[in-house]
């Protein structure tokens, strides 16, 4: 996949680089192809301080196959939430190691959002207080869980990651991302924190989701890039 990296920095970033050896960088958004798919990385310290969030809006609107990421020197959870509501489906350091970005790149590639945890923990608390899932509904959706699977599942709807979770019920990352995989497939739902919804019954943000969809069905991660 293409990746385009807007910034007013003369030389990209070494992790950019290393990342996506193919990269290009422009100071403002080049002239795309409607259907041509790429990430854009919108990088926030550009000369003017709205700039960025023009620039997401433009692609947003005129590049449907686009996807944007936006990068800045100074992560702020309310930057980064402005980030999302423009419709962006990434958002961390501009100076992350060039694996977090990789990383980052693949699971938006699978139609995944990529996010810091404690953005994810803000998210998941914001959206759903207060609990309007009645115990009786909730208990009925984790039926269909086993009871590993329940334990996992409840501990990923708090916000906590993988090592966290696999420190807290005592069995390995990998034991706890095959459960996530069987819970995500069970109760149809595509990360955690969609699964923080569904299990308070909280209604789905359509643009948030509904948007960035993949065209076939798939197991999407949120990912957390701490």
Same mark, same amino acid.
């Given at each position: 996949?293409?990746?385009?990296?807007?910034?007013?920095?003369?030389?990209?970033?070494?992790?950019?680089?290393?990342?996506?050896?193919?990269?290009?960088?422009?100071?403002?958004?080049?002239?795309?192809?409607?259907?041509?798919?790429?990430?854009?990385?919108?990088?926030?310290?550009?000369?003017?301080?709205?700039?960025?969030?023009?620039?997401?809006?433009?692609?947003?609107?005129?590049?449907?196959?686009?996807?944007?990421?936006?990068?800045?020197?100074?992560?702020?959870?309310?930057? *980064?939430?402005?980030?999302?509501?423009? /419709? &962006?489906?990434?958002?961390?350091?501009?100076?992350?190691?060039?694996? =977090? !970005?990789? @990383?980052?790149?693949?699971?938006?590639?699978?139609?995944?959002?990529?996010?810091?945890?404690?953005?994810?923990?803000?998210?998941?608390?914001?959206?759903?207080?207060?609990?309007?899932?009645?115990?009786?509904?909730?208990?009925?959706?984790?039926?269909?869980?086993?009871?590993?699977?329940?334990?996992?599942?409840?501990?990923?709807?708090?916000?906590?990651?993988?090592?966290?979770?696999?420190?807290?019920?005592?069995?390995?990352?990998?034991?706890?991302? *095959?459960?996530?995989?069987?819970?995500? /497939? &069970?109760?149809?739902?595509?990360?955690?924190?969609?699964?923080?919804? =569904? !299990?308070? @019954?909280?209604?789905?943000?359509?643009?948030?989701?509904?948007?960035?969809?993949?065209?076939?069905?798939?197991?999407?991660?949120?990912?957390?890039?701490?």
């Amino acid at each position: 996949m293409k990746h385009v990296f807007i910034t007013s920095l003369q030389q990209p970033i070494d992790a950019w680089i290393k990342a996506f050896p193919q990269m290009e960088t422009s100071a403002q958004l080049p002239p795309l192809s409607v259907n041509e798919k790429m990430v854009v990385w919108v990088h926030v310290m550009i000369e003017s301080p709205m700039q960025w969030q023009r620039v997401v809006r433009s692609i947003i609107t005129n590049k449907p196959n686009a996807k944007v990421v936006v990068i800045s020197n100074n992560p702020e959870q309310a930057e *980064a939430m402005q980030a999302l509501s423009l /419709g &962006a489906v990434g958002y961390l350091h501009a100076y992350a190691h060039h694996k =977090v !970005l990789k @990383g980052a790149a693949n699971v938006i590639a699978q139609g995944g959002v990529w996010l810091g945890r404690e953005l994810l923990k803000h998210l998941i608390t914001v959206t759903t207080q207060p609990m309007h899932q009645s115990e009786s509904q909730r208990e009925a959706l984790l039926e269909a869980l086993t009871k590993r699977e329940r334990e996992v599942a409840l501990e990923a709807a708090k916000g906590l990651s993988n090592k966290e979770i696999a420190r807290q019920l005592t069995i390995s990352e990998r034991t706890v991302k *095959a459960h996530l995989t069987a819970v995500f /497939g &069970a109760l149809n739902v595509k990360d955690r924190l969609h699964l923080a919804l =569904v !299990l308070q @019954g909280q209604a789905l943000d359509d643009h948030f989701f509904s948007t960035h969809q993949p065209q076939k069905k798939t197991s999407i991660k949120l990912t957390l890039n701490s």
